[in-house]
């Protein structure tokens, strides 16, 4: 294995949490078929981390935290960014950077440095980052403390590949936790808000200008700020809420293609047909045939 890990030799306290997986079982997870797409090179829990701070000039690893309470600062080539109480970090291999915890209310952190051939497919989703205001989730909580259990099981490979798939697991699901931004203007969006308003609309139509109305945007920045978010056009994800929801009624039966189409809003049976083909990949008729037997 050729990643070296460099993690802080900040102060453990009883209730801290380091540990760098161990350099053979790291070379036996790069070579394993399940794990090696990304696995953990060190983990930690951080709790009120007084005096931390860390400088990594020429990183071979990804580096994700979460802070769950508390303040710091990260410092990366694009400037400095203050952290609080539910902020992510992504600090991506090969870009030097630097961060610590605020002097009068330092932070409590989560932390995991990590490698793998997929590691590059599983952070695009999140986009430019490296700061995501996701607020504090439970969920994602429980996810890190999961992760963490792995330093109990002994070095036991095994178990490296299981907290190898939580990692997975866990950076996967950062691509659908909410999303909120804030703009220049002092407004902010929230795609769970946006996506709120969709379906309260999925029996009719709504526009790009109706959609920015409801969250006093212009058109074109309502639509860049959610594409950015979400890496989609709003219109799209409400035309694929449109055509779940038409799923859901095909599952259940009993109504025609045409009657489905009208619960919709679409007038238009074939033009309903397409759009369904385009988003699912088969006709409305097809679709349901497949929940027949």
């Avoid at 902010?188 to 709120?196: I, K, P, R």
Wanted: net charge positive.
């Amino acid at each position: 294995m050729s990643e070296s890990v460099e993690t802080s030799n900040w102060p453990l306290p009883p209730q801290g949490v380091r540990f760098i997986t161990a350099p053979l079982l790291r070379r036996d997870l790069s070579q394993h078929p399940v794990a090696a797409g990304c696995y953990p090179l060190a983990l930690g829990f951080y709790p009120e981390a007084v005096g931390h701070r860390m400088h990594r000039p020429a990183p071979e690893d990804h580096l994700l935290l979460y802070c769950r309470a508390g303040q710091g600062w990260v410092q990366t080539d694009e400037g400095r960014l203050q952290i609080g109480g539910g902020d992510l970090v992504l600090l991506p291999k090969g870009r030097a950077h630097a961060y610590g915890a605020d002097p009068d209310s330092p932070w409590t952190l989560y932390w995991v440095h990590f490698a793998g051939t997929l590691c590059d497919v599983l952070l695009q989703p999140l986009g430019r980052g490296p700061r995501w205001r996701i607020g504090v989730l439970p969920r994602l909580l429980a996810e890190f403390d999961a992760l963490l259990g792995v330093r109990r099981q002994g070095l036991s490979l095994p178990h490296f590949i299981h907290a190898a798939l939580q990692l997975q697991t866990l950076l996967a699901s950062l691509a659908v936790l909410p999303v909120r931004a804030q703009l220049k203007s002092g407004r902010s969006l929230d795609v769970q808000a946006v996506q709120a308003v969709m379906r309260a609309h999925l029996h009719g139509a709504l526009n790009l200008d109706q959609l920015a109305a409801q969250f006093n945007l212009s058109r074109f920045h309502f639509a860049k700020t959610y594409r950015d978010l979400t890496g989609q056009a709003p219109i799209q994800a409400f035309i694929q809420l449109k055509m779940a929801h038409a799923c859901r009624l095909l599952d259940e039966g009993g109504q025609a293609v045409r009657q489905v189409a009208e619960q919709l809003g679409y007038e238009d049976v074939y033009y309903f047909s397409r759009l369904f083909r385009q988003v699912v990949g088969m006709a409305p008729s097809h679709y349901r045939a497949l929940h027949r037997g």
